[in-house]
């Protein structure tokens, strides 16, 4: 039961355009979310986060939207690079709930920022 | 970048031998975490820690176990090492307070080949 999905496992854009990554959830008790950015042979770092109260959170390049309504969460890059190529997860929390701290993570997508 | 190690980075097992890995870090966080991370899957928690000698399980337990005798240090046990523990596991720390407990910190990672 994959509650935090990331449909698009490749994603391919050309420099200086937008990078969009999208992700899906099923649970309703989820009330955190984040971004988190992984190159190869190196553990993933955090990106950005976003809560439940909020429907957008801005940090520099990267804007992260939440739609509620559509379980639906996405992270924009804007303008892509190609230092931006890498493994991108998302990761949702029951922060109200008693799974305090516990992430559950999507499969993850890979976007290529081409030169 | 926290400072969290993870011994050994690689290692090679025969099936059926016990395997322990070790985190390490020096960040003085409260909480402490074993992910696992295979295609298709995206990361998966093992086992996690909030605080010396108090653990809990993960989604993906069985036949791991962990210990925590000193707030540095989180060792994940493999009793009986079978191919499907071939994978990366990633060691997380954070902070226990507010929304900084979400925002986790990975080492580097250990590849385990389990022959």
């Known amino acids: 039961d994959q509650q935090v999905k990331q449909n698009s496992p490749s994603l391919s854009v050309q420099e200086g355009r937008i990078s969009i990554l999208n992700c899906d959830y099923t649970n309703s008790m989820f009330d955190y979310f984040l971004w988190y950015k992984k190159y190869p042979a190196e553990g993933p770092t955090f990106l950005i986060s976003?809560?439940?109260?909020?429907d957008k959170n801005e940090d520099g390049r990267f804007t992260v939207f939440l739609n509620k309504s559509a379980k639906h969460l996405s992270l924009h890059i804007v303008p892509s690079q190609p230092g931006d190529s890498a493994v991108y997860f998302c990761?949702?929390?029951?922060?109200?709930?008693?799974?305090?701290?516990?992430?559950?993570f999507g499969q993850g997508t890979i976007l290529t920022v081409h030169p | 970048d926290a400072g969290i190690t993870q011994s050994p980075r690689h290692k090679v097992t025969e099936t059926g031998t016990p395997v322990t890995l070790r985190c390490h870090q020096t960040?003085?966080?409260?909480?402490m975490y074993w992910y696992r991370q295979d295609p298709g899957h995206g990361l998966r928690l093992i086992h996690y820690s909030y605080g010396v000698k108090d653990t809990d399980k993960g989604e993906v337990s069985d036949g791991y176990s962990v210990s925590r005798s000193k707030t540095e240090d989180f060792l994940l046990t493999l009793e009986s090492a079978t191919s499907s523990q071939t994978s990366v596991y990633f060691c997380a720390i954070s902070e226990s307070m507010g929304q900084k407990a979400y925002e986790q910190y990975f080492g580097p990672g250990t590849r385990l080949t389990v022959t």
């Open positions: 960040e003085n966080h409260r909480y």
């Open positions: 990761a949702a929390n029951n922060a109200g709930g008693t799974s305090y701290g516990k992430l559950t």
């Open positions: 976003i809560s439940s109260i909020k």
